[in-house]
């Protein structure tokens, strides 16, 4: 399933790319984390626990930084499995600067579900999806915020 959006910070381009392209920071904006290591620039881990009811769904996704052209465009695969769903996600974003101190942010992710949380299908797993990366977002932007 595709999801995509658009967003403005208050903050110049190379703020966002800087909070952006550091593992340890994206790490920090997602929801759900309990552990985090980066094995290199461009390969890390985490174990994120996903709200999905009961208990919620642990994961263990493997992230790649798969390309990426300072301070304009990123692309990043995530992998994730755990008991009952495997999760492979592609996301990309392009940051504008619109104005000296705002920047505009377009982003895509494609994200498929394997197992019996895929099962629950697109009309139930794209609300939980867009409300994580608001979530993301929002987080985001209050770390640009705090400078």
Same mark, same amino acid.
């Given at each position: 399933m595709k999801v995509? &959006?658009? $967003?403005?910070? *208050?903050?110049? *381009?190379?703020?966002?790319?800087?909070? %952006?392209?550091?593992? #340890?920071? =994206?790490?920090? %904006?997602l929801p759900g @984390?309990?552990? /985090?290591? =980066?094995?290199?620039?461009?390969?890390?881990s985490a174990r994120i626990k996903v709200p999905l009811g009961m208990g919620g769904l642990k %994961? !263990?996704?493997? /992230?790649?930084k798969l390309e990426e052209r300072p301070i304009e465009f990123a692309r990043l695969s995530a992998k994730g499995? &755990? @008991? &009952? *769903?495997?999760v492979n996600m592609d996301t990309s974003f392009t940051l504008s600067p619109s104005g000296e101190a705002t920047t505009?942010? #377009?982003?895509?992710?494609?994200? $498929?579900?394997?197992g019996?949380? &895929?099962?629950?299908g697109q009309r139930v797993l794209e609300p939980i999806i $867009?409300? !994580?990366v608001d979530d993301v977002m929002t987080a985001l932007d209050e770390r640009l915020a705090a400078g």
């Amino acid at each position: 399933m595709k999801v995509e &959006g658009t $967003r403005e910070f *208050a903050a110049p *381009a190379q703020s966002v790319w800087d909070v %952006l392209n550091d593992p #340890a920071s =994206i790490a920090s %904006l997602l929801p759900g @984390v309990a552990s /985090f290591e =980066i094995a290199d620039d461009t390969h890390w881990s985490a174990r994120i626990k996903v709200p999905l009811g009961m208990g919620g769904l642990k %994961l !263990k996704f493997a /992230f790649e930084k798969l390309e990426e052209r300072p301070i304009e465009f990123a692309r990043l695969s995530a992998k994730g499995t &755990g @008991v &009952g *769903a495997m999760v492979n996600m592609d996301t990309s974003f392009t940051l504008s600067p619109s104005g000296e101190a705002t920047t505009h942010m #377009a982003w895509e992710a494609d994200v $498929r579900v394997a197992g019996p949380v &895929g099962a629950m299908g697109q009309r139930v797993l794209e609300p939980i999806i $867009r409300s !994580k990366v608001d979530d993301v977002m929002t987080a985001l932007d209050e770390r640009l915020a705090a400078g």
